[in-house]
Every structure is written in C-alpha cells, then in structure tokens.
C-alpha cells in the first residue's frame, strides 16, 4: 500500500463539530482551502493508495517520521506566492529540505493585482526561488494555477512548470455539468453572494451587496473566513475583520440580522446547499467553485491575479471587480446570469482534465478515475457522514444554542484542567520550586464576549430556563 501525506487541514472524513472546528482552525483561516485538500484526496485515493492528511504543520522535526511512513508528499496550494505568505513558504521549505520521497505541488499561485504586475512580488522572490528549487529536487514539475504564475516562474529561471488550474474543479473527474435553471433571474430567484473583507473594505464589493440586497429578498452570503464563523457562532468581534461592518458576517450588518448569512467548515454540506440556489456570483473563487461544482451556474468579480487567471484557464465566467463596482448594473445578478457563457468551462472541461491527470503521472502519482472506482467508495463514505449544517448567525439566546455552546466551554475548562494537573506533577517531579501554575482557559474570554453581546437574553434565557 502507497501512503500518501497530504497538505491539508483535516482528512475529508472527520466529522468535527462546530466548536472544535472553529477552536482547531480546521479550515486554516479559509473554507475555501478545503474544497481543493477534498478534491486532492479523492483525486489521489486509489485502491493501491492510501491519503493521510497533515493538519498543515510544517514541522522540519517531523522530516524524519515522513521519510519512513510516506512514500509521497502531496501540497496542494492557492495563493502562496504573496508577501503575507512567505514566513509559512519558508517553514515549508524547511521541511522539504529534509524530505528524501517526492514532493508534488498541485495549484501554487502568484498573487498580485488584475494588471499581471508581479513588482510587489520582487521582495520574496529569494523565498520562492528556494522552494520552487527544492520542490524541483524531488518532483519532475510545479503544477501552477494559471498563466500569471507560469510566467513569473519562467522569468525566475524554471522550466518545469505547468499550468493546472486547481485540483477542486477535478472533483468530479472529466464531468463538470453547469446548467442554467431558468431563463432569467427574477427578484425571487435565489442567489448566493460572497466576498472577501479586502474586497469589501478597499475595493468597493459592499457596494454591489447592499444594491444586491435591496433588490433580492432570497438573497443569501457565503462567508469563508475563521473570523466569519467566529462572528456568526460566538458574535467574537476580537479579529481585527471586525471592523469592517460592511461585511455581512458582522453582527450589525442586515443580512446578519435576517439570518441571509452561513459559513460552511465541509464542502459537502456547502456544494450540496448550493444546489437549491439558481445563481452564484462574487469574488471569492472557491466560493463559486463551490456553486460550479453543484451545477449552478457562477460568475466570478475578479479583484486579483489569482481569481483572474483561475477564470481564464477554466474559462468559468467573470468580469472584474474595479469595472463592475464603477458600473453597479453591470453587476447585477440577472444581466451577469444571462450573460454567462459556460461553454468553453464544460466543453473544454476534459481536455484539462487530461492535462491535469498526464502532471499526476508524470509525477509518479495514480488517480481514482484512471486507476481507481472513479471516487464511488469514496463518495459512498462520504454519504454516510453526518457532517455540521452552515453555521448560522447567532441571532437568538435560546436554551439549546446556549447549552450547546456552554457545554464545551465546559469541556475545554474540563480538558485545560487536567493539563494543568499534569504539569504541576512534572514541575514537581523536576524537582523545580514552581508557584501555582494557572493554565488560563481562554473559552472564558469566549463566554465574556458572547455574554457582552447578546447581555440580557442570555441571562434571561439561563433564568427561566426556556
């Protein structure tokens, strides 16, 4: 049996409550990061493979351990190549350094702006030539996300690279089936909105979601970030997004308060919902992809090169986002669904398909569709998980979301507890003259911050017990 190590946040099999999701960081800051870490596995999950998922660390003391229980080690990436990026690409790096089995690279991007500038990229180019470099030592090729990438890595020197896309848009394999359900949108069509809090903040997206809300009842914002889940379960406005109230997500925000808000921490619950809807659009890429993947048709507001060159190799429709703000009705959902064009996604769907596969095997690695059932055994375990519903805005202190939330608190406390026992009796066998030790626990921080911001409901709620 091959053993495959997968860069992922959790294996797409781990049903992970609510709390601990959020408490984790399952999700790594971003939903969207597991709709391609799934994909990748099903993808890699043959009958003669086995994939394990790494939790994301990139530990350089775990080198060894990977060497002897792993034949490969997959990385599947989406915009790594930025400067918020480069302190986690050089700890990477680190780790591959001490690798002796192949390394694969599935989907790495170069972000910058729509204009293809890669200028602000000049002062982490040192970092990414060292990964790409060690990358390269152990794997025939990169695989990139699109065509910025490919040409930003060329101009650096490296000649094995190829264009891929991301490995989410192969979660089905060569099938990719995206039809329009109706022939226009109507102000009761249903339709799914996301975006990002820079696109919000600095790029004018709040404009188009408060038109959009105004004129769509049936209106619906997907949200991806950990302080998006964070604010809808716990009301925690302690991340620094929290102040960006034109974001749905946010407490004060309408479409909070009309419970029009959900952030999904499994893409299966998440593809599945959007089912229902007739339309996607806004500019998170996985976002969409995730409509995409459902059948339902999306359109992506491109406000970077990594959603714009995405767009352009799968040919999923877009405009971009500093044209559309500048013209509000060109961003209105029914003219962006009847002008897009899904052709050129669906039709030329398996050629990219192949292309995506022919890098797998160049790399040494099988995949489900060629050398497996197609991914049924895995879907079939997947159907029979019972994974979190979207998680909802925390609009209401009624008894059963307060005794769900409370409860783990308790549990954590519970857990920090025994820590705590346990390292006074290691302090003590050392022999060291140690004070107390007081292991904080900081779910109580939660509690206070949940406490302050629903106040009298939540006391009442605990007084009455209703």
């Not at 089995?101 to 702006?113: D, Y």
């Not at 060159?309 to 044209?323: G, K, Q, S, V």
């Amino acid at each position: 049996m091959k053993r495959i190590l997968l860069r992922s946040g959790k294996s797409p099999y781990d049903v992970v409550g609510v709390e601990e999701a959020l408490h984790r960081d399952v999700i790594a800051t971003n939903s969207g990061n597991l709709i391609f870490s799934d994909a990748a596995h099903k993808i890699l999950e043959t009958p003669g493979t086995e994939v394990v998922s790494n939790g994301m660390p990139s530990d350089v003391s775990a080198a060894a351990r990977i060497n002897a229980e792993y034949d490969a080690f997959v990385i599947p990436l989406a915009n790594a190549f930025r400067p918020s990026f480069e302190s986690a690409l050089k700890r990477m790096t680190r780790l591959i350094s001490k690798l002796r089995i192949p390394v694969v690279v599935l989907g790495v991007g170069a972000q910058t702006g729509v204009g293809y500038n890669a200028e602000r990229l000049k002062r982490i180019e040192p970092t990414v030539r060292e990964f790409c470099a060690a990358v390269l030592e152990r794997s025939a090729s990169i695989g990139v996300r699109g065509e910025f990438t490919e040409q930003y890595l060329r101009d650096m020197g490296f000649k094995d690279v190829e264009t891929i896309g991301c490995p989410s848009l192969f979660m089905h394999g060569d099938r990719l089936q995206v039809h329009k359900k109706a022939l226009e949108l109507t102000p009761q069509s249903r339709i799914a909105i996301n975006g990002s809090h820079s696109a919000v903040r600095a790029q004018g997206l709040d404009r188009i979601i408060g038109r959009t809300h105004e004129r769509y009842p049936n209106l619906r914002f997907v949200g991806q970030n950990l302080s998006d889940a964070r604010q809808l379960h716990w009301r925690d406005l302690s991340d620094p997004n929290a102040a960006v109230t034109a974001m749905p997500t946010h407490p004060d925000h309408p479409m909070f308060l009309e419970d029009k808000v959900r952030v999904y921490i499994d893409p299966l619950t998440w593809i599945d919902d959007l089912r229902s809807f007739d339309f996607s659009f806004g500019s998170r890429i996985h976002g969409n992809i995730a409509a995409l993947l459902a059948g339902t048709p999306a359109t992506v507001l491109c406000g970077d090169s990594r959603t714009l060159e995405l767009c352009r190799y799968f040919e999923i429709p877009h405009r971009r986002l500093d044209e559309a703000v500048k013209d509000l009705d060109s961003a209105d959902p029914a003219k962006l669904y009847a002008e897009a064009d899904f052709g050129g996604l669906v039709g030329g769907h398996q050629e990219r398909f192949e292309r995506f596969t022919g890098f797998l095997d160049r790399n040494g690695l099988q995949n489900t569709f060629t050398h497996g059932d197609g991914g049924a055994a895995f879907e079939e375990r997947m159907r029979a998980l019972t994974f979190p519903a979207g998680i909802r805005p925390w609009n209401e202190a009624d008894f059963a979301s307060l005794a769900t939330r409370f409860g783990w608190m308790h549990s954590r406390i519970d857990k920090l507890s025994l820590d705590n026992a346990r390292l006074q009796k290691e302090l003590a066998r050392s022999g060291a003259r140690a004070k107390t030790v007081v292991v904080p626990a900081p779910q109580a921080s939660v509690y206070r911050r949940a406490r302050r911001a629903v106040g009298k409901p939540i006391r009442r709620a605990l007084g009455t017990g209703q």
